[in-house]
């Protein structure tokens, strides 16, 4: 089970120092934009679910110019992050005129397990390295199939079970499996049955590995730390961790070590998309060439 009152001050304490650490998010959401030319649609509303700092809203922002997107994130201060980088306060000429709107985008400080969206809203919905946090794969599946409109469309990229084995190795070499240091994560095939329970039709899925290296072991964990990426399952070892058990984790984890010294940290990606059929409960696809949404349904949900 995962923690999500943990989830949420892991990130909110990590908010700041996002950014710079990010790499991998960085990568991922750059990858996942890259696929959305693929797909012959125009959808008119989006919603960016575990928006974060706002990396995959950007490209949203660049790609689907006359879309409304919904930034959503378990993490009020991860949410600010994102406003102050994709919606900057209005000059003040613009505070004169009463219909300025930001740039289109709504931010919404939200769980993914009880989305405050009304059934069949979203063309779209996006979401980059956050169902990893969500131990209940197919109630978050299930809420996005509910808002999603007949014909939506889901892209999705999430953590496989590679991701940290590195850690995950030198952890059980120093205490066995006596405490968990690192979180369980679907794999391909697991993510893409879930969408077919879930309702989704035509999922197709994909992996790749990507490796951050490092100067140390320290390095790395400082690195995790800086994006919010510390355990959170409600198995963890609670309580202070003596110098000399660290100590040789640290040199467990060393011996990982590349050719040319550096420390690599391992990451599996499980990349997904599918459709949501024409009328829900089939299992054929139509997919949409335009579609229409009022600006005024919107502006309520404004965080």
């Not at 998010?25 to 008119?44: G, M, N, T, Y």
């Not at 405050?116 to 990893?132: E, W, Y």
């Not at 199939?145 to 084995?165: E, H, I, Y």
């Not at 590195?166 to 049955?193: N, P």
Request: net charge neutral; aromatic share 8%.
């Amino acid at each position: 089970m995962i923690d999500r009152r943990a989830v949420a001050q892991h990130f909110s304490r990590a908010a700041q120092t996002y950014d710079a650490a990010a790499v991998l998010q960085q990568e991922v959401a750059s990858r996942l934009a890259e696929r959305w030319p693929l797909l012959k649609i125009q959808p008119q509303q989006i919603m960016d679910l575990g928006a974060g700092t706002g990396f995959l809203s950007q490209h949203l922002r660049t790609y689907y110019v006359q879309a409304q997107l919904v930034a959503v994130d378990l993490s009020m201060s991860m949410l600010q992050q994102c406003r102050a980088k994709l919606a900057p306060p209005p000059a003040w000429w613009q505070k004169l005129n009463p219909f300025h709107s930001e740039l289109g985008v709504a931010f919404v400080n939200a769980d993914a397990y009880q989305l405050p969206f009304a059934d069949n809203s979203m063309d779209m919905l996006v979401s980059s390295l956050m169902l990893q946090w969500c131990d209940d794969l197919p109630s978050v599946l299930a809420e996005c199939r509910r808002v999603l409109k007949p014909n939506g469309v889901l892209f999705m990229a999430s953590l496989g079970p590679d991701t940290l084995k590195e850690i995950r190795l030198a952890w059980q070499q120093v205490d066995g499996e006596t405490a968990e240091h690192t979180l369980h994560f679907a794999d391909l095939h697991d993510l893409g049955d879930a969408l077919g329970r879930a309702g989704f039709s035509d999922p197709v899925c994909d992996v790749e590995h990507i490796t951050l290296t490092y100067a140390d072991a320290p390095a790395a964990l400082k690195d995790l730390k800086a994006i919010g990426a510390t355990n959170a399952s409600g198995q963890r070892q609670k309580g202070l961790m003596g110098k000399a058990k660290w100590q040789a984790f640290l040199a467990a984890y060393a011996q990982h070590a590349m050719p040319d010294g550096r420390i690599p940290a391992t990451f599996e990606v499980v990349y997904a998309h599918a459709f949501i059929a024409e009328h829900k409960g089939s299992t054929e696809r139509n997919l949409p060439q335009t579609a229409s949404i009022p600006v005024s349904a919107i502006k309520r949900w404004h965080g």
